[in-house]
């Protein structure tokens, strides 16, 4: 018995550790928008090319 639990508490530390990284990562990290390939499909890019051709 005493096994299981301490195997579960290592879990819960390990999910809660993920959890908080992914919580993180989506609040406080800037998103890259240059992802895009440059294709001419969508906002992102004509806009971006407005910028440039300033």
Known sequence: MDIQLFIV?????????????AIYRFFFTERDHSICGGCTGCDIHKEQARHLNR
């Not at 508490?9 to 990284?21: A, C, D, K, N, S």
């Open 9 to 21: 508490i290592i879990i819960g530390i390990i999910v809660g550790i993920i959890l908080i990284r």
